[in-house]
């Protein structure tokens, strides 16, 4: 694993730690804090000082902020986005913890740039994805993974639109999906026409992996059977190279319940043994809706050395830990004192003998409530991962 550490100003600023949460409230000026968060939360690309983000909703704040810097450093010409979305995550963070929470404040709270005035996601209005002309951020490669609820009939085609829309939004490069089935395949593919799409399977549901058209190219793939499974569980590998980085992209929905421990044991030492034992040349990011636990991780002998937690060493920041989480949403309907929280969703990286990427942020997607129907795109939140290309 490369650490990221502070370096200098030639080079990509490294994250900091989250800010712990403020007991006293702040009365520092709106620009004041965006300005704060910003030298916080904004990479600065080498050999070009210019900011680069995501784009998300304004707000007035960061209107003010971009208003100010403008005057002060002329060529940042997209500041406005990063300053929206280190916003949103320091608010995020900054927020009380779970567990002080009620379930639906939490659940609606979170921020959304696909969100109308009423704070739910407008399912279907967000524009379909476009061939990029020039790529806006060569340096950086994206990587989401999301169990899509597919056997889920309820709000299937709503919800399952809405997850489009937060793919169109985010525009990773690569998509890891799981729990698809037929229906959800066809919307996917009429949502997603920037996207090749490679299924496992074409009957019950399964896992599929998504290529971004304008910065990928698709090599092969394979599809191994778990023989052992008895929910026809299987591991599917597509090698492309992403933005030029040579990559086998590996996802899985392993075996689920607490009574099937031992073979979705089984299956993910399998998993991580294909990691190791792939083209050294290659990088390997493997992950999904893994159903493990960590007293699990610990039962297997942990994680081996060469390969790593990408929430882990992405900082471990608690907002994003839990990845199917009934304290904030509420869409399988639970009615319990106990609400369970798990991290069942995880993605692992074992790097190329020289290492090609650096894993800068992990982030949770899919948070806000659709418009009409009142749930969210899937009981799972998705995992959005962020790497820099390492410069040889």
């Known amino acids: 694993m490369i650490p990221i550490q502070r370096v200098a100003p030639t080079d990509r600023l490294p994250l900091p730690p989250p800010p712990q949460p403020q007991q006293e409230e702040d009365t520092s000026a709106p620009h004041e804090v965006a300005l704060d968060i910003l030298l916080k939360a904004v990479f600065l690309i080498p050999g070009d000082y210019h900011f680069t983000g995501v784009v998300s909703n304004g707000i007035d704040c960061a209107i003010t902020l971009h208003r100010s810097l403008s005057q002060r450093w002329p060529r940042c010409w997209i500041v406005l986005c990063s300053v929206t979305k280190a916003l949103e995550s320091f608010f995020e963070e900054t927020s009380r913890p779970i567990e002080e929470s009620s379930t639906s404040a939490m659940a609606n709270s979170s921020a959304s740039s696909l969100t109308n005035s009423s704070g739910a996601i407008e399912a279907g209005n967000v524009s379909q994805s476009q061939p990029e ?88 793939s394979k599809i191994m059977p778990f023989t052992t ?136 997607v899919g948070l806000t409530r659709i418009q009409g129907c009142g749930r969210f795109p899937s009981d799972h939140w998705g995992i959005l991962t962020h790497y820099d290309k390492v410069r040889l």
């Open 229 to 364: 499974s008895r929910m026809s569980r299987n591991l599917l590998t597509v090698k492309a190279k992403v933005k030029g980085i040579p990559m086998y992209l590996i996802t899985s929905h392993l075996e689920s319940t607490k009574e099937h421990k031992e073979e979705r044991k089984r299956q993910l030492l399998l998993s991580f043994k294909h990691m190791m034992e792939a083209d050294p040349t290659c990088t390997v990011i493997f992950g999904g809706d893994l159903n493990i636990r960590d007293k699990e991780i610990t039962e297997v002998g942990g994680v081996p050395d060469t390969i790593y937690d990408l929430w882990e060493v992405s900082g471990k920041r608690p907002i994003a830990q839990w990845t199917w989480d009934t304290r904030r949403n509420d869409n399988l309907g639970i009615n319990s004192r106990y609400l369970p929280y798990l991290r069942f969703d995880r993605l692992y990286i074992h790097h190329s003998d020289v290492p090609r990427i650096k894993p800068v942020y992990f982030e949770l």
């Open 133 to 220: 002309l020039v790529d806006p951020e060569p340096h950086r490669i994206r990587l989401l993974s999301w169990n899509i609820d597919g056997l889920d009939g309820e709000n299937l085609q709503t919800r399952t639109k809405a997850a489009c829309d937060t793919i169109v939004t985010e525009k990773p490069d690569v998509v890891y999906l799981q729990e698809v089935v037929l229906e959800s395949l066809q919307i996917i593919k009429s949502n997603l026409p920037g996207y090749n799409v490679h299924p496992a399977a074409d009957k019950a549901y399964f896992t599929c992996v998504l290529l971004k058209k304008s910065s990928t190219v698709f090599e092969k």
